[in-house]
């Protein structure tokens, strides 16, 4: 239960792990004793049919058994949607049916049920004809800008279904499929068995299964980019209908929009390591003397509800914001927020396709992605982020640059980025055709409110048009046309959104607590004018969403608008992305056949010579690993000290007497034999590590290896027996070597010399013998610690180096010799009895049509099939399933 709510990433292993324990009556009886029985959160897992066990059949079992409802179901769980405890209502049966009907829950859901079937037909997202406060041109420009969109995108229509080039792929991919299971079966006979070992069937199947996943799960990414502070984010909230106000400060981290249809209630989840990162960085704020008004705050993993995720990201804006301005934050430590896998994630049902839901959201998943800008030099380190946007452009599938139509000054690191990603004609043809193109960019013009003439009466076309006349200038040189200009008013839409969603009841009943919000007055301002308090007062629910409508309509981002956008990207990038997936199969394809047709052998020599430099980056790798893995455990300065504070007092060690001398040695004696005594364990644990990783490394080596031997065309028995004896690798002298790394000669040696440094001190008697003492003082010991450890810890990475890199050294050499023999030898093939290759070039001539696929794919502008290509589709399938029964 603690692992589901802390670490929800393993919730299919949790899941797994239940349903087989419900067989144990012991397991099952200790689950009703648990407390917060809820924190199993099987409403929040899908609960699609295709996964066993489903969410639904171990939360059946878990009631059928005698856990109650309530505990373990809340009826928070509604607020995600009726979906599971409908499939859950359907599953159970008898007594445990009626302890659902009963229940809290239950209730609830009934409650629900009603009141949804019950629910008057939702009301358009744009009013009809002119609005109540005749907005002129407005509306009517809202939806000529959308209409402009849609047939600069192509203007799909509504005969042709997104995807259905999808069923040649998927049609290829199978066939393929069987293509390699064939291959992998002739082949095994020829595996040597070492970690991580891959044949060119075990490579294309792991290749296949990323290939058939991403067509599986297709993807649309539309990357929101731009300078600081132009409203990007205030465009997302508005697509995805978020209603919620945007963070004050400028966004840090890259966020991700996933639409999720159906989904009630928004969820955020950030990495563990961003989590981290953050809660690191707000402690470091709060140590400041001049930072009292600022909080500790805790990042979770994730977070659920529409403000507790605003609340979320706010936080995580202001902490890297303030943290950098203030000095908390380097710009070293800020370059972990280039990498591509430290974002936000918010899954949501983006309001405007709503409508679109059994149209076009089967045919995959669309995203936003809200990308910090790298303007600001104090803030950030430019290259990091220009890196991030690198990176995350190759992969989009579109791209709203927005800008500020308000400022006349023109940001040259966008249009210069964009070109770099652009692929120009003279590129590679199958690659241009995969990557982002100017006809996939659009500039959208933001702030349009700023502009004196926006407010005027029936110049919202002309205002437009000059805007876009204006970005086109700027930006033709990465757009393809005026049309794939977008003027708005992000601010305007999101407030609407924000402010529809917030008042749910007659202001009348608020309105002392709303007329001090600055979203309010904003909104109201805009709507009624400067005396917009005394407007107000006695305004309606329905007057109050009209207004909002209209404010919607001013900002010119939702409604018809944002469905075009999105929708767009739904009908033009999730095909396209079908065709990334068939370039690639047919570049996997293309790389297996050539592999099929050297499966017997050339006649070329093993290149010795490049084997043995990659033999020493190899041996140079272990060695790093070695020190790395034994720094990792090997005791610290500080450990030192603390042994130091527990033999010797702060204010020194004396000896005295007649053995003064004698006591003296031996102190220092005892420290070393009892610190290296401490420090063995240690070096215990570092030596298994360092086996472990030295067994790690040499099966990346032997894959490198069967890599080359492979390029050098060598026939896979040789192969075989050349690997065999190559991971043959004798680390038992790692293990077996046992006591300290340091030498006790070694210890003795150091002892005297650290011994002869503590000078007596000498007091002269009349008549008697000297007196003789000796002072240890605190820092002295200290001192002889501190060198102690050091000279072991030489010592100990002297010996786990020696000990690990002489059985590779000694495999290798004897794995040379092999090869410069085999190259003496007059060239042959062979055949071991145990496995026939010949089957290779027969099964890669007609796998080789499959690569055919590709280029029409790519040139085509829609998405229709003709029907001469599904025949040959349906002819190249029967030609290899053909030659698969043969080899079979």
């Known amino acids: 239960l603690d692992l589901m709510v802390k670490h929800p ?14 067989g144990s009556e012991r397991w099952a009886d200790g689950f009703l004793q648990v407390k917060q029985k809820h924190r199993f959160s099987l409403w929040k897992l899908n609960a699609t049919k295709e996964n066993e066990p489903s969410p639904v059949s171990v939360a059946s079992r878990l009631i059928q058994h005698g856990v109650k409802v309530d505990d373990l179901i809340p009826e928070v769980a509604l607020e995600s949607g009726l979906g599971f405890v409908q499939e859950l209502a359907s599953a159970l049966k008898g007594d445990a049916r009626s302890d659902f009907d009963q229940s809290a829950l239950g209730t609830a859901f009934r409650e629900a049920k009603a009141a949804k079937a019950q629910a008057a037909p939702k009301s358009p997202p744009l009013p009809e004809g002119t609005s109540a406060e005749d907005l002129g041109e407005l509306t009517a420009n809202n939806q000529a800008q959308a209409a402009t969109i849609e047939a600069a995108a192509g203007g799909e229509s509504a005969e042709k279904r997104p995807g259905c080039r999808k069923e040649i792929v998927d049609t290829l991919l199978e066939v393929f499929e069987e293509a390699v299971e064939v291959t992998g079966k002739h082949l095994e006979p020829l595996l040597t068995g070492y970690t991580g070992e891959a044949n060119i069937a075990s490579s294309a199947r792991a290749r296949l299964q990323e290939l058939k996943y991403r067509q599986a799960n297709l993807q649309a990414q539309l990357v929101v980019m731009g300078p600081c502070q132009v409203g990007k984010t205030s465009l997302t909230y508005a697509l995805a209908g978020f209603a919620a106000l945007p963070p004050a400060m400028p966004s840090m981290v890259m966020t991700k929009w996933v639409h999720t249809p159906g989904l009630v209630v928004p969820r955020m989840t950030m990495p563990p390591d961003l989590a981290q990162l953050l809660t690191a960085w707000s402690e470091r704020l709060v140590r400041l003397p001049h930072a009292t008004e600022i909080e500790v705050l ?43 896998t430290m974002f936000l994630q918010v899954e949501v049902a983006f309001a405007a396709l709503g409508d679109l839901e059994e149209q076009l959201t089967d045919t995959g998943m669309l995203s936003l992605v809200d990308l910090p800008s790298p303007e600001k030099d104090t803030l950030w380190a430019t290259q990091d982020l220009l890196t991030l946007y690198h990176s995350t452009l190759r992969d989009a599938d579109g791209v709203l640059v927005v800008v500020d139509a308000s400022k006349y000054e023109v940001p040259q690191w966008m249009g210069n980025m964009l070109r770099s990603v652009f692929k120009q004609e003279e590129g590679d043809f199958e690659e241009r055709s995969a990557a982002l193109q100017p006809s996939d960019a659009w500039i959208v013009a933001n702030r349009m409110d700023q502009l004196p003439e926006f407010f005027c009466k029936d110049s919202s076309k002309e205002l437009c048009r000059k805007v876009m006349e204006r970005q086109y200038e700027n930006y033709k040189d990465v757009i393809v046309d005026q049309e794939h200009v977008i003027p708005i008013a992000a601010r305007l839409s999101s407030l609407a959104i924000y402010g529809k969603e917030k008042i749910q009841e007659p202001i009348s009943q608020h309105l002392a607590r709303l007329e001090r919000q600055p979203w309010f007055a904003q909104a109201c301002a805009l709507l009624f004018g400067i005396r917009w308090a005394d407007q107000v007062k006695e305004i309606d629910q329905s007057r109050w969403r009209s207004s909002m409508r209209e404010l919607m309509l001013l900002g010119q981002v939702t409604g018809t608008l944002a469905n075009s956008v999105l929708k767009t990207a739904y009908v033009n990038m999730l095909p396209r992305s079908v065709a990334r997936v068939m370039q690639e199969l047919s570049q996997l394809a293309w790389s297996f056949c050539s592999a099929l047709s050297c499966l017997e052998g050339t006649s070329s020599e093993i290149q010795v010579k490049t084997l043995s430099e990659v033999f020493t980056t190899y041996q140079e790798d272990v060695r790093q690993r070695i020190l790395k893995k034994f720094r990792d455990f090997a005791p610290s300065p500080q450990h030192a000290e603390e042994l130091v504070a527990r033999k010797c007092p702060a204010d020194g060690m004396t000896f005295d007497g007649p053995d003064a001398t004698d006591l003296n040695q031996k102190f220092f004696e005892i420290m070393a034999r009892e610190a290296l005594a401490e420090y063995q364990p240690s070096y215990d644990r570092a030596k298994m590590k360092c086996h472990e990783e030295v067994k790690e490394a040499h099966n990346k080596f032997l894959r490198t290896v069967d890599y080359y031997l492979t390029k050098d065309g060598l026939d896979p028995f040789t192969k075989q027996k050349l690997l065999l004896d190559a991971k043959n690798l004798n680390l038992k002298p790692v293990l077996g070597a046992l006591g300290s790394p340091l030498v006790d000669s070694k210890r003795d040696e150091f002892v005297a010399e650290e011994v002869k440094k503590v000078e007596p001190i000498v007091q002269r008697r009349l008549f008697h013998r000297s007196h003789r003492s000796y002072h240890i003082t605190l820092e002295f010991a200290t001192s002889f610690e501190t060198q102690l450890l050091e000279l072991w810890r030489e010592a100990a990475e002297e010996l786990l180096v020696k000990l690990c890199l002489e059985p590779i050294h000694q495999n290798f050499k004897k794995m040379r010799q092999e090869m410069e023999d085999f190259n003496k030898r007059p060239r042959r093939r062979k055949d071991n009895g145990r496995c026939n290759v010949s089957f290779g070039p027969k099964l890669a001539e007609v796998l080789k049509e499959i690569c055919t696929f590709n280029a029409p794919m790519v040139t085509r502008s829609n998405d229709a099939v003709s029907i001469n290509e599904a025949e040959r589709c349906e002819r190249v399938c029967q030609e290899v399933r053909a030659t698969l029964q043969k080899i079979r």
């Open 9 to 22: 990433k393993y919730s299919r292993q949790i899941l797994d792990a239940a349903e087989m324990l419900l």
């Open 298 to 340: 805790t990042f979770h993993d994730y977070v659920e509800g529409v403000d507790a995720v605003a609340a979320a990201m706010d936080a995580c804006h202001r902490t890297i914001y303030r943290g950098r301005t203030l000095g908390v934050i380097s710009t070293e430590d800020l370059a972990g927020l280039s990498r591509s």
